[in-house]
């Protein structure tokens, strides 16, 4: 069976691809078994494909219209 490799990113790209989040939250993510990854000394790797499966996997489709203060206290 033949690999197909597949370059891995790294924190600040890995940010980028999910959404523009800050590459320090990925990094806690992945420290927390949250997101999957790849651990190369210190460093943290990530797939795009696999990343890719978690988004979908989580991902909720679209918010429901956040809720006002004055619509809570009715």
């Known amino acids: 069976m033949t690999e197909i490799y597949e370059p891995l990113l790294n924190d600040v790209e890995a940010a980028r691809f999910l959404g523009g989040l ?3 939250t990925v990094q806690r993510m992945a420290r927390r078994g949250e997101i999957p990854h790849y651990r190369i000394g210190k460093y943290y ?3 795009v494909s696999e990343l890719s499966e978690w988004l ?3 991902s909720s489709g679209q918010n429901p219209p956040a809720q006002t203060r004055k619509e809570i206290i009715q």
Do not use: I, M, P
């Open 45 to 47: 790797r990530y797939k």
């Open 56 to 58: 979908v996997l989580h």
């Open 22 to 24: 800050h590459s320090k």
